[in-house]
């Protein structure tokens, strides 16, 4: 059974931009310039200049290239897939502790990563007791504030701007120490706490 063959809609003069998705496939298979330039029958300057869409290729050479790395000619057309969370819409969660308001800015169904906003009242804390999430890594970004992050060992005080990665083994808890002001908090957890849930 034949599929059905849909054209690409391409504004008049315009030249579909192919290059950045052809330079991410060679790169996720290990490919050097030279390697998929030596495999595709072309010279390495056409294949850094195709990667940097500044030469139209013909679509037998196109088609080459893409056999040559296993990558269906159509994948360097289809519509980019995102999915938006607006800040207004973001759903509040609770991810740990008190006197955080926290928004889940990554959609629920997204298992790779997780990104909350936090907006931690002064005194607010991850709770007495060191916790661990079901995570590989997990950053802690101080966007506003001040907050300390209590490990066994050791305490860390971030400030705006300061980042902080560690593993989500790792046993941790947090507070804002401030007495007057609230902190800004992003936390992106990989892969998604609940993600085997």
């Not at 973001?90 to 008190?98: D, S, Y």
């Not at 907006?119 to 916790?131: K, M, V």
């Amino acid at each position: 059974m034949h599929g059905v063959t849909k054209p690409i809609s391409v504004e008049p003069g315009a030249r579909a931009r192919i290059g950045a998705r052809l330079r991410a496939a060679r790169l996720r298979q290990g490919l050097t310039l030279e390697k998929l330039a030596d495999a595709a029958g072309v010279t390495k300057s056409f294949l850094s200049r195709l990667e940097r869409d500044e030469t139209s290729p013909s679509v037998a050479t196109l088609q080459t290239v893409c056999g040559a790395l296993s990558l269906p000619i159509g994948a360097l057309f289809e519509a980019p897939e995102y999915e938006l969370v607006r800040g207004t819409d973001a759903p509040a969660i609770l991810l740990v502790g008190e006197g955080a308001h926290e928004r889940l800015l990554t959609p629920r169904a997204q298992p790779r990563v997780q990104v909350v906003r936090s907006t931690i009242a002064p005194g607010g804390n991850g709770g007495a007791e060191l916790y661990t999430l079901d995570c590989d890594v997990e950053v802690v970004h101080v966007l506003a504030g001040a907050i300390e992050v209590v490990m066994v060992d050791s305490t860390v005080r971030l400030e705006a701007g300061d980042t902080l990665t560690l593993s989500g083994r790792e046993p941790h808890t947090w507070r804002n120490v401030s007495a007057h002001d609230p902190a800004e908090v992003m936390w992106v957890i990989a892969p998604a706490s609940w993600h085997n849930a």
